[in-house]
């Protein structure tokens, strides 16, 4: 299966700093990358689809001035999470998709955010 | 809307008793489904995917079936290293590739 890289798997900050999760595909290049949050005994809530190249795509409902993507390169995509406050904290994951027409994601390991 | 519901939202086994984990999907146009497996504080393990009704696939001591409305994650003979939540998850045909996600069975193996 398709390597996906999650940094860093755990941060703590201050309320009202900006915190920096990286996303990166080891073994192949996604043109596509998509950012989960997850909260305790809740599904995958999808916040956006990060396209190369292009703008994100937010889903209803998340702020995109609050969650900035940038996806650089077709390896790389970072989530910046801006002015972070306690109703932030969550666990961040992201994946992405070995192309258009296959259905399967595979997942970085997550990234917990705890904002004090 | 696309639906995925899980059942049950827990469960527990002693080891080496099969059971099966079930997920109700609506979806206009199934792509896909989807099991994974997440382990406390990571992010999910790919498993299986189905793309229509009758398939199987098997891997160690999982199979997934799939019908029109639901799929079926067997587990025969359970080891306590299979405690995990298991997550069920469908992609609509189409151009966009949202997947809708169930909020999974937490199954614990006892030893």
């Known amino acids: 299966g398709a390597v996906v890289s999650q940094h860093p798997s755990w941060v703590i900050c201050k309320s009202g700093t900006s915190v920096k999760i990286e996303c990166r595909s080891l073994?192949?290049?996604?043109?596509?990358m998509f950012w989960y949050r997850q909260f305790p005994k809740q599904s995958l809530m999808l916040m956006a689809t990060?396209?190369?190249?292009?703008?994100?795509?937010?889903e209803q409902g998340v702020e995109k001035d609050k969650f900035l993507i940038n996806h650089a390169s077709l390896t790389l995509s970072t989530l910046t999470v801006t002015s972070a406050h306690p109703e932030d904290s969550s666990f961040y994951i992201c994946?992405?998709?070995?192309?258009?027409?296959?259905?399967?994601?595979?997942f970085g390991e997550g990234s917990r955010l705890t904002v004090l | 809307e696309d639906q995925v519901t899980q059942s049950p939202e827990a469960l527990r086994l002693q080891e080496g008793e099969s059971s099966s984990l079930n997920c109700s999907y609506t979806?206009?146009?199934?792509?896909?489904l989807f099991w994974y497996r997440q382990d406390p504080g990571k992010g999910p393990e790919f498993l299986f995917t189905?793309?229509?009704a009758g398939e199987e696939k098997e891997k160690e001591r999982l199979k997934a079936t799939l019908t029109k409305k639901e799929s079926f994650l067997h587990i025969t003979a359970p080891k306590p290293e299979d405690s995990a939540t298991y997550l069920c998850?469908?992609?609509?045909?189409?151009?966009?590739?949202?997947?809708?996600f169930g909020t999974g069975t937490k199954l614990q193996v006892i030893p």
């Open positions: 994946s992405a998709s070995l192309g258009v027409n296959t259905g399967e994601l595979f």
């Open positions: 073994d192949f290049q996604a043109t596509t």
């Open positions: 990060s396209n190369e190249g292009s703008k994100a795509t937010y």
């Open positions: 979806v206009s146009g199934l792509r896909g």
């Open positions: 189905l793309y229509s």
């Open positions: 998850a469908v992609r609509p045909s189409g151009g966009y590739q949202k997947v809708t």
